[in-house]
């Protein structure tokens, strides 16, 4: 089973100023059809998650572009360019190319 | 607009039975893969479940292996979770999700 790893597990982030969440993963997320089945999820309080990034890097609809994110293989890295206050709750990456599906531990995210 | 809208969910004594339901709706429910992720009071996201498109791969985690049946009606664009056997730890929040969207949840309590 792959193992998805996430640093650091909770963040305290001034409004305005950058966050990055670490995502690594046992096995390499490449696919041999050339794509990397890694996403991101925001689960805000009370709320289901909700999909930020699929596939490294794409913002799903209606995802501000305050957030992106990076990597390849096993490093991952989902970025807020400039955090607010909604941008609160727990992220977690997932990795969907292996069965079982797996999830990291969860970043906790607060606001200064 | 896609929606997952789960069902079923309740009290139940150890050792009892519980079947969820979800209804799909907004997109092609044939063409999509489904999954059961469940959510523990307090802790992080894990995976379940696993049905392909057509129903003819199915998958579990270790720890429902044996007690939970997932299974999927195109006719009725909806997805089932039939857990028996049920212990404390099966205590949780079941979504159903297609990656890219999630359901409400429903929640599962697990106590004598």
């Known amino acids: 089973d792959i193992v998805m790893t996430q640093t650091p597990l909770s963040l305290s982030v001034t409004p305005g100023q950058p966050a990055s969440i670490s995502c690594k993963s046992s096995q390499s997320l490449l696919h041999s059809d050339g794509r990397t089945y890694l996403y991101w999820y925001l689960q805000k309080p009370g709320q289901s998650p909700q999909l930020l990034i699929h596939?490294?890097?794409n913002r799903f609809s209606g995802v501000p572009d305050r957030f992106s994110g990076s990597g390849s293989g096993t490093d991952f890295t989902l970025k807020i360019s400039r955090v607010e206050a909604e941008d609160v709750g727990v992220y977690y990456c997932?990795?969907?190319?292996?069965?079982?599906?797996?999830f990291g531990q969860g970043t906790k995210l607060e606001i200064k | 607009q896609v929606q997952l809208v789960e069902s079923g969910g309740g009290l139940v004594k150890p050792g009892g039975s519980l079947r969820l339901s979800c209804a799909a709706s907004?997109?092609?429910?044939?063409?999509?893969?489904m999954t059961w992720i469940r959510q523990a009071p307090g802790k992080g996201l894990e995976w379940v479940s696993y049905?392909?498109?057509?129903?003819?791969?199915?998958y579990y985690a270790d720890s429902v292996k044996g007690r939970f049946t997932i299974s999927r009606d195109s006719a009725k664009n909806s997805l089932y979770l039939q857990m028996n056997s049920l212990r404390a730890e099966d205590t949780a929040v079941y979504y159903c999700?297609?990656?890219?969207?999630w359901g409400q949840g429903t929640l599962v309590t697990v106590s004598s």
């Open positions: 049905i392909s498109s057509s129903g003819s791969t199915i």
């Open positions: 999700t297609i990656l890219f969207y």
């Open positions: 907004g997109f092609t429910f044939s063409d999509f893969y």
């Open positions: 997932m990795q969907s190319i292996q069965l079982p599906h797996s």
């Open positions: 596939e490294v890097s």
